[in-house]
T-cell receptor
Framework: AQTVTQSQPEMSVQEAETVTLSCTYD???????LFWYKQPPSRQMILVIR??????QNATENRFSVNFQKAAKSFSLKISDSQLGDAAMYFC??????????FGTGTRLKVLA | DAGVTQSPTHLIKTRGQQVTLRCSPK?????VSWYQQALGQGPQFIFQ???????QRGNFPDRFSGHQFPNYSSELNVNALLLGDSALYLC????????????FGDGTRLSIL
């Protein structure tokens, strides 16, 4: 069975600094997608970034980038130039052709002014 | 362009009762997924509907059932409510392919007394 693990329940970062959130996963499938979602307090969950397993190039969206290590089954999220609005719960998620979505337990990110 | 809308926002029920939650997908989306998110946890996949059929299901008992209508809107029904069913229920819509990102609603907060 597929699993997604986020080992950091909470992280803190100074405004304008860089922070990396960790995610590991386990699967026997070869074709799958990984996602990072952001859930601000009492607000909707939104997509941050998406990575296809077959693509070796790491995905980037403005200040957000991933370090995808397929052999190690690791998928970390780097947030550069952190802003107060980045404070939220961040969830790592996995899906494949089975159409089942698996989320990690989340990392709460605090941004310090 | 309306996003994913869920109703009601909050709901209080007692043990043994039945509840129906509703979801309207983002315009243009044909796939609806339902999740249960306990406090401080990641979303747990309940099931996904596509073309009015349940395409995939997570590890939830048969007390959890759903429906998708021809206009792609969806309902989640939970019978014989237990205290442990208290959670935030999230609806997410997407296009039909598994790799498409999901767009989430604000959720329905269900409390069981």
């Amino acid at each position: 069975a597929q699993t997604v693990t986020q080992s950091q329940p909470e992280m803190s970062v100074q405004e304008a600094e860089t922070v990396t959130l960790s995610c590991t996963y386990d699967t026997s499938e070869s074709d799958y997608y990984l996602f990072w979602y952001k859930q601000p307090p009492s607000r909707q969950m939104i997509l941050v970034i998406r990575q296809e397993a077959y693509k070796q190039q790491n995905a980037t969206e403005n200040r957000f980038s991933v370090n995808f290590q397929k052999a190690a089954k690791s998928f970390s999220l780097k947030i550069s130039d952190s802003q107060l609005g980045d404070a939220a719960m961040y969830f790592c998620a996995y899906t494949s052709g089975t159409y089942k979505y698996i989320f990690g337990t989340g990392t709460r990110l605090k941004v310090l002014a | 362009d309306a996003g994913v809308t869920q109703s009601p926002t909050h709901l209080i029920k007692t043990r043994g009762q039945q509840v129906t939650l509703r979801c309207s997908p983002k315009s243009g989306h044909d796939t609806v997924s339902w999740y249960q998110q306990a406090l401080g946890q990641g979303p747990q996949f309940i099931f996904q509907y596509y073309e009015e059929e349940e395409r995939q299901r997570g590890n939830f008992p048969d007390r959890f059932s759903g429906h998708q209508f021809p206009n792609y809107s969806s309902e989640l029904n939970v019978n014989a409510l237990l205290l442990g069913d208290s959670a935030l229920y999230l609806c997410a819509s997407s296009l039909g392919q598994y790799y498409q990102p999901q767009h989430f609603g604000d959720g329905t907060r269900l409390s069981i007394l």
